[in-house]
């Protein structure tokens, strides 16, 4: 497509629920990322794949948060039993090889 | 690992004046700088680079300096205008390899007109 498609673009759960995030990153993109920016403030990163790498996870903040992506497609970021800590704006993020990274409208989960 | 500082957090201008917002990073091994700006509800959209084999860039009414000396990098904006009111992020990482890049906490941008 012609830019990174998220969905949904918003979200509403119950606490404890389980939720999936969706990110479809831009044709040909090896790099696929996933940020979390809460309410005013900056990004804060969460996973990083890159091809057929391992993905650097290094950024999870627990283990209530997995992401899995299929090649070099589309990727999923589920955050189990939700918090309401966890509201926020789910960004995606994808780049060729060249650093210029192109980000999603983001996914705005709202955790009641 | 990389450490990006970004100031001010906030900033007024006037419209017509100019803007400028400042990082500083940590990792000397840093080469690539990029400029997101953020618009309220909208993802960030990359709105300059520049990387390290070069000290100034511009497009129009946005430049951005680097002093890999000082690891320091700035964003200018000239005859702002009340569109580009927005909030700034800064950025670094180092490229061919797999890090992600370090954002900066961002900057409010207000163009009063």
């Known amino acids: 497509g012609a830019g990174v498609s998220q969905s949904p673009s918003n979200k509403v759960t119950e606490k404890g629920k389980d939720v999936e995030l969706r990110c479809d990153p831009i044709?040909?993109?090896?790099?696929l990322y996933w940020y979390r920016q809460r309410l005013g403030q900056g990004l804060e990163f969460l996973i990083y794949?890159?091809?057929?790498?391992?993905?650097?996870k290094s950024g999870l903040p627990s283990d209530r948060f997995s992401a899995e992506r299929t090649g070099e497609s589309v990727s999923t970021l589920t955050i189990q039993r939700t918090q309401q800590e966890d509201s926020a704006v789910y960004l995606c993020?994808?780049?060729?090889?060249?650093?210029?990274?192109?980000f999603g409208e983001g996914s705005w989960l709202t955790v009641v | 690992g990389e450490n990006v500082e970004q100031h001010p957090s906030t900033l007024s201008v006037q419209e017509g004046d100019s803007a400028v917002i400042k990082c500083t990073y940590s990792?000397?091994?840093?080469?690539?700088f990029p400029w997101y700006k953020q618009e309220l509800g909208k993802g960030p959209q990359l709105i300059i680079d520049?990387?390290?084999?070069?000290g100034e860039k511009k497009d129009q009414r946005i430049a951005v300096t680097l002093n890999k000396t000082a690891k320091h990098f700035s964003l200018h904006i000239t005859e702002t205008q009340p569109e580009d009111s927005a909030v700034y992020f800064c950025?670094?990482?180092?490229?061919?390899?797999?890090?992600?890049?370090?954002f900066g906490s961002g900057t409010q941008l207000t163009v009063l007109p």
């Open positions: 990792d000397s091994a840093s080469n690539y």
């Open positions: 044709s040909g993109h090896t790099a």
């Open positions: 520049i990387r390290s084999n070069v």
């Open positions: 993020a994808s780049s060729y090889s060249g650093n210029t990274i192109y």
């Open positions: 794949f890159q091809g057929n790498s391992a993905p650097d």
């Open positions: 950025a670094a990482s180092f490229s061919g390899s797999a890090r992600q890049l370090t």
